[in-house]
């Protein structure tokens, strides 16, 4: 039922959303190339919240041993990843129009790209062959190391200068108030998302782990 909650409100907010980027928010200077941000700017917030998700997550595993934090775990590193790949994307078409080039190695986009493979590697490992409850044991221990470079994403561009807007943000007069509007409409948007998205996603784990347990069974 929340995930069907969740999936009406998605619905409504993305359509929302998709509103407020094209007839309510002014045009910046850059023109209309300058909406992708209101895509691209959730998809990241989003994805470093699901990778927070994976750290608490696998924090709780260690102490508990409890699958289900196994479970939510891999369910926020899958959606996390996919966030990650479309912020990145997002950000690439954006990158092309504003600087001339899909891809600069520039600090923020340079911990970005790392931390979407830090966690593709984490997916990737979750899926070798391997003892469940050693997998799980070993999936939280790196879901925890993995979370060192989700602040050096965060603040990159306060530490080490950025041309990525984070980093130019301090020397601009700041955003109109509609683009603010703009902006919160796509966090809220892109949440109930990435929530229905979540619960879905440990519900088919909790299912897929349900089955393999009679199969086991049924061996026996």
Same mark, same amino acid.
């Given at each position: 039922?929340?995930?069907?909650?969740?999936?009406?409100?998605?619905?409504?907010?993305?359509?929302?959303?998709?509103?407020?980027?094209?007839?309510?928010a002014?045009?910046?200077?850059?023109?209309l190339?300058? &909406?992708i941000?209101?895509?691209?700017?959730?998809?990241?917030w989003?994805? /470093?919240?699901?990778?927070? +998700?994976? *750290?608490? @997550?696998?924090?709780?595993?260690?102490f508990?041993?409890?699958?289900?934090?196994?479970?939510?775990?891999?369910?926020?590193?899958?959606v996390?990843?996919l966030?990650a790949?479309?912020a990145l994307?997002?950000?690439?078409?954006?990158?092309?129009?504003?600087?001339?080039?899909?891809?600069?190695?520039?600090?923020?986009?340079?911990?970005a790209?790392?931390?979407?493979y830090?966690?593709?590697?984490?997916?990737?490992?979750?899926?070798?062959?391997?003892?469940?409850?050693r &997998?799980?044991?070993?999936c939280?221990?790196?879901?925890?190391?993995?979370? /060192?470079?989700?602040?050096? +994403?965060? *603040?990159? @561009?306060?530490?080490?200068?950025?041309?990525?807007?984070?980093?130019l943000?301090?020397?601009s007069?700041?955003?109109?108030?509609?683009?603010?509007?703009?902006?919160?409409t796509?966090?809220?948007?892109?949440?109930?998302?990435?929530?229905?998205?979540?619960?879905?996603?440990?519900?088919?784990?909790?299912?897929?782990a349900r089955?393999?347990?009679?199969?086991?069974?049924?061996d026996?």
């Amino acid at each position: 039922m929340k995930v069907k909650i969740l999936a009406v409100l998605a619905g409504i907010g993305l359509l929302v959303h998709q509103y407020f980027i094209w007839f309510y928010a002014p045009i910046a200077q850059s023109g209309l190339v300058q &909406k992708i941000f209101y895509m691209h700017l959730p998809c990241s917030w989003w994805a /470093l919240v699901s990778f927070f +998700v994976v *750290f608490v @997550a696998s924090i709780l595993y260690l102490f508990k041993r409890d699958e289900v934090f196994d479970r939510v775990a891999g369910a926020a590193a899958e959606v996390g990843v996919l966030f990650a790949s479309l912020a990145l994307l997002t950000g690439s078409v954006w990158a092309r129009a504003e600087w001339g080039h899909w891809w600069l190695w520039d600090p923020k986009l340079t911990t970005a790209l790392i931390m979407w493979y830090v966690y593709a590697g984490y997916l990737v490992l979750r899926n070798t062959p391997m003892g469940r409850d050693r &997998k799980a044991l070993v999936c939280a221990v790196l879901g925890i190391v993995a979370f /060192l470079d989700v602040p050096l +994403v965060f *603040f990159s @561009a306060k530490l080490w200068g950025s041309a990525h807007p984070d980093g130019l943000a301090r020397k601009s007069s700041g955003m109109e108030v509609r683009m603010w509007h703009t902006v919160f409409t796509g966090l809220a948007a892109f949440g109930f998302v990435w929530g229905a998205m979540l619960l879905s996603r440990v519900k088919q784990l909790a299912h897929h782990a349900r089955l393999e347990a009679l199969f086991v069974w049924d061996d026996e």
